[in-house]
């Protein structure tokens, strides 16, 4: 749980990172809903280029919603950000490496910065200026997905498509979450033989 017993005006940097279906984006909409509730003025900012789902608001895989504003550059989310007392920031890794500055500044300037972003690319290497903002934020969260092949704990990203470039914007047609064991950093590998699921009873809600 995140400490209240900030003083006013003092800001704050979150980072949220993981590999891709840990629940990144959702996690950062469940943060910007309770400060919503909190009638804290809230402003949400994602990179132009990721337009899988809506162009004017950030969606988790799991399809919750939150509006945001899509901009090309992280520069520009101070040309946005108004008198927004927490911004959100969804998909960093897509951002240049001057994100780092422009949460800083405006952590410096008394906000609340709630950042999502994968922290390692297809390969396993540092993915964009998310590592130096976990480096910099009084709070890193590092979600856990399952892997695809196994069912363990995953915190890597396996892609199934043949493409060597490092920013790919794809989903579940492109990427899978994987454990340490069944990831492969040279990708395109035959499809792995999936565990079955086990045959649960059915239980009762009444």
Not at 11 to 20: D, K, L, Q, R
Not at 95 to 112: H, I, K, M
Not at 113 to 122: I, T
Not at 164 to 186: D, M, S
Request: aromatic share 8%; charged share 20%.
């Amino acid at each position: 749980m995140m400490p209240r017993a900030f003083p006013v005006g003092t800001g704050w940097i979150e980072v949220v990172t993981g590999c891709m279906f840990s629940g990144k984006t959702e996690e950062l909409i469940r943060r910007l809903n309770r400060a919503t509730y909190a009638t804290q003025r809230v402003c949400v900012f994602k990179p132009s280029i990721d337009v899988r789902y809506a162009e004017a608001e950030v969606v988790s895989h799991s399809a919750h919603r939150f509006v945001s504003r899509a901009v090309d550059h992280a520069a520009d989310i101070l040309k946005h950000v108004g008198n927004a007392q927490v911004v959100g920031v969804d998909e960093a890794q897509f951002f240049g490496a001057d994100l780092v500055e422009v949460a800083e500044q405006l952590a410096n300037e008394g906000r609340r910065v709630v950042v999502a972003g994968l922290d390692q690319d297809y390969k396993g290497q540092p993915f964009g200026p998310v590592p130096n903002l976990m480096a910099v934020a009084e709070y890193v969260t590092k979600t856990l997905a399952v892997c695809m092949v196994c069912g363990a704990p995953a915190n890597r990203t396996q892609r199934l498509v043949r493409r060597e470039r490092q920013v790919l914007i794809g989903a579940q047609e492109t990427y899978e979450a994987r454990c340490r064991l069944h990831w492969n950093p040279e990708p395109f590998e035959p499809q792995q033989q999936r565990l079955p699921l086990p045959n649960l009873p059915l239980t009762s809600t009444h």
